[in-house]
């Protein structure tokens, strides 16, 4: 199973909005509304943001919404804050196993 | 609130079976309503799941490791383990140990323990 496909880095300055891209294949991101979203800053453990395409853990500010269409799923990062500038992986459920995605930096300008 | 905490040696050598426990403390890992697995990033890099176990013992490992991989539980300990076996300095990472709920391999994490192969 080959990584899922994002940007390498994606800006914004502090209040816009920032989407991060993340392709799959018919047999992962196409195949499952099992997608999910985590946030890692430095030298920390990542964090659950999105689970099952679009919902969002408890705790989880509603500027991030997930989203999917076809073979690409999509996260969305409103009213750009600087403790959102970190690392964001997607991952999906492969049936049986799961895939990450090689990460974005994200960086508010 | 549920804890998870990694342990283990921090150095391996080469050829040898990295070996991992990680204590769940909060919740139960008998629970059937949840996983308990392990997933890895080495330094620099993305993520890599490597595999989950259910309360009934039944085991998924990613594809790519499963032949070198062994995830077990310890139900009086509440602690499940990861060994991998026959390592390089590519299995050099920090592993962390996470719940896993169907379809999401994490939605709890331990802080992760950084394993380095090396002679």
């Known amino acids: 199973q080959s990584a899922l496909t994002q940007p390498r880095s994606v800006s914004g300055s502090p209040g816009q909005s920032v989407t991060i891209s993340c392709t799959g294949t018919s047999s992962d991101v196409g195949a499952y509304n099992y997608v999910s979203w985590y946030q890692q800053h430095p030298g920390k453990a990542p964090k659950l943001m999105i689970y099952d395409v679009n919902k969002r853990p408890s705790g989880v500010p509603d500027r991030f919404t997930g989203s999917k269409s076809g073979n690409t799923a999509s996260l969305t990062i409103s009213g750009l804050q600087a403790e959102d500038e970190a690392d964001y992986y997607c991952?999906?459920?492969?049936?049986?196993?799961?895939?990450f995605g090689g990460g974005t930096e994200v960086t508010v300008l | 609130q549920l804890q998870l905490q990694e342990s283990g040696p921090g150095l391996v050598k080469p050829s040898e079976t990295l070996s991992l426990t990680c204590t769940v403390s909060g919740g139960s890992i008998s629970s059937s309503s949840y996983y308990w697995g392990w997933i890895r990033q080495p330094p620099g890099k993305g993520l890599e799941w490597i595999g989950s176990?259910?309360?009934?013992?039944?085991?998924y490992y990613n594809p790519s490791l499963k032949s070198r991989v062994t995830i077990s539980r310890d139900t009086p300990k509440n602690q499940f383990s990861l060994k991998l076996s026959s390592v390089t300095a590519a299995d050099t990472a920090v592993y962390y140990c996470?719940?896993?709920?169907?379809?999401?391999?994490?939605?709890?994490w331990g802080q992760g323990t950084l394993v380095t192969v090396s002679s």
């Open positions: 996470a719940r896993d709920i169907i379809g999401t391999p994490a939605d709890y």
């Open positions: 991952c999906s459920h492969t049936g049986g196993s799961f895939v």
């Open positions: 176990s259910y309360y009934d013992g039944s085991t």
